[in-house]
């Protein structure tokens, strides 16, 4: 999946385990931009009696790069506090109707730092803000009524910024039962190598919730020298971003409490810039550290990009349907563009060979997510809106950012699969299935919203039937 379970010892600390970076332009306020890091995958609504919250002992982070060094310029640093009001053993001893409500036993609060690099080695940090709100997860009916009035309380506005750190729907959505069941697309079923009856996928992060924090702020606060132009081909539009999660080097506990205390600097074990980067390229023996480092460093695993896995995997699990793919020796310089560097201008050109895209932030290779801020949200009602973005031809969405309905999955299979080699290498012509690879899943939570944070409101304990685990053999 996007990032939820990808490296062998952050999926055991899932409350600094990144699982999600969106970034994009408002659809209706100009010159404003959203980015969204999700944190905590996995989560049950009816997770009780110790629901899911942010770690008191992370720090949690958004970077934002505006040079061509892939460095953090900006970050945005939020710290959590958690208090106890009584010694019950229950999260809520009544209903929560506000977020100061004495029946609520377990509240959060947050603060926002905003760092800037000044110079080489100068920094300025600048307080936006403390003990902002953390609405409650989403109880159910009885514990937390109005549950999306009391959740919209929670979201902070200083100036002409927007904060916002709860639990949300998760928006990602992929079918992990058939793609890690040897690389199987159900659309595709009859054309694998164990073949069984083809069928939509199926979306297994629906009904999972996750924890959010958001930020909508003017990109002025985001390009370098705070003067962005309306000029696309400018380059100091282009953002590169991603988000990290921090510990302290050690961890002591404690027979006293019975607690864990951190000890030591902080230490990145976390971070997140495009989707599937490290679940999908990064070898598992580097994952981990890949965790650690920063995207300037990101050149070791260049390798990975240019030659791609699953590249060699596709061609052996549907066998005759990818002939070209299989027989491509060169490296993916497509791949390269897209995720290390950013595609430059030249290259998404129009019907008379105009250029209307780039995304280019120099030769420092490095998994940022990145937006160009001077190209307009594209109408969702609009023909030239597709969940498949710049490979839909869609200038608007990923990897021009990401926004929540972009079918990152089905990008990624497409240009691993040979869509995007013609841009860098005309002489190629792709299979034709690469164009149409999928998995089969749709976005299937509740309906995201209008507005900040955009992401759809937990669902809530009370309210959420869980699965089954019934055994069916399809082959049988």
């Given at each position: 999946m996007s990032s939820h379970r990808e490296a062998p010892e952050i999926s055991k600390d899932p409350a600094a385990d990144s699982t999600d970076v969106y970034a994009f332009m408002h659809p209706t306020e100009d010159d404003q931009v959203v980015i969204i890091a999700n944190f905590y995958p996995l989560q049950q609504p009816n997770g009780g009696p110790n629901f899911y919250e942010f770690a008191d002992d992370v720090l949690y982070e958004i970077n934002?790069?505006?040079?061509?060094?892939?460095?953090?310029?900006?970050?945005?640093?939020?710290?959590?506090?958690?208090e106890i009001r009584n010694p019950s053993f229950l999260y809520n001893t009544g209903q929560i109707t506000s977020l100061d409500a004495p029946e609520w036993n377990r509240p959060q609060t947050y603060n926002v730092v905003r760092l800037e690099k000044m110079g080489r080695r100068n920094e300025k940090a600048v307080q936006i803000g403390g003990r902002f709100p953390v609405p409650p997860v989403n109880v159910g009916p009885r514990s937390t009524p109005n549950y999306e009035d009391l959740a919209n309380s929670a979201i902070t506005t200083v100036g002409p910024r927007k904060f916002f750190a709860g639990q949300r729907t998760d928006a990602f959505f992929v079918d992990l039962g058939s793609i890690f069941d040897l690389g199987a697309l159900r659309p595709f079923n009859g054309a694998h190598l164990l073949p069984m009856a083809a069928m939509d996928g199926i979306n297994s992060v629906q009904s999972y919730n996750c924890h959010t924090i958001a930020i909508q702020v003017p990109r002025s606060d985001l390009v370098k020298g705070g003067n962005p132009t309306l000029s696309f081909k400018d380059r100091?539009?282009?953002?590169?971003?991603?988000?990290?999660?921090?510990?302290?080097?050690?961890?002591?506990?404690?027979?006293?409490?019975?607690?864990?205390?951190?000890?030591?600097p902080k230490k990145q074990v976390s971070r997140l810039g495009n989707p599937l980067f490290n679940e999908v390229l990064v070898?598992?023996?580097q994952k981990d550290k890949w965790n650690t480092t920063e995207p300037k460093n990101d050149s070791d695993y260049a390798d990975t990009v240019l030659q791609?896995?699953?590249?060699?995997?596709?061609?052996?699990?549907?066998?005759g349907v990818f002939p070209n793919l299989e027989a491509y020796d060169k490296p993916r310089a497509d791949l390269a563009a897209i995720l290390l560097t950013g595609i430059p201008g030249g290259v998404v050109n129009d019907a008379d060979g105009k250029s209307i895209f780039q995304n280019y932030t120099g030769p420092v290779q490095a998994d940022m997510l990145r937006l160009n801020t001077a190209i307009k949200p594209t109408d969702p009602e609009s023909d030239s809106y597709s969940i498949y973005g710049v490979v839909g031809g869609d200038i608007g969405g990923f990897p021009n950012g990401r926004r929540?309905?972009?079918?990152?999955?089905?990008?990624?299979?497409?240009?691993?699969?040979?869509?995007?080699?013609?841009?860098?290498?005309?002489?190629?012509?792709?299979?034709?299935?690469?164009a149409q690879l999928r998995d089969g899943t749709s976005y299937t939570g509740d309906p995201l919203l209008s507005d900040f944070p955009f992401l759809a409101h937990p669902g809530g304990g009370y309210q959420t039937t869980p699965g089954t685990s019934t055994f069916e053999d399809p082959a049988s």
């Open positions: 934002i790069s505006n040079t061509n060094k892939c460095q953090p310029d900006v970050t945005y640093r939020f710290n959590f506090r958690t100091k539009n282009t953002i590169g971003v991603w988000a990290t999660a921090s510990r302290r080097n050690a961890r002591i506990f404690e027979d006293k409490s019975g607690t864990y205390k951190g000890a030591g070898p598992m023996t791609p896995e699953l590249q060699t995997l596709l061609p052996f699990l549907y066998p929540l309905e972009d079918d990152v999955v089905g990008i990624s299979l497409r240009a691993v699969a040979g869509a995007t080699i013609p841009l860098v290498d005309p002489d190629y012509t792709p299979d034709e299935t690469a």
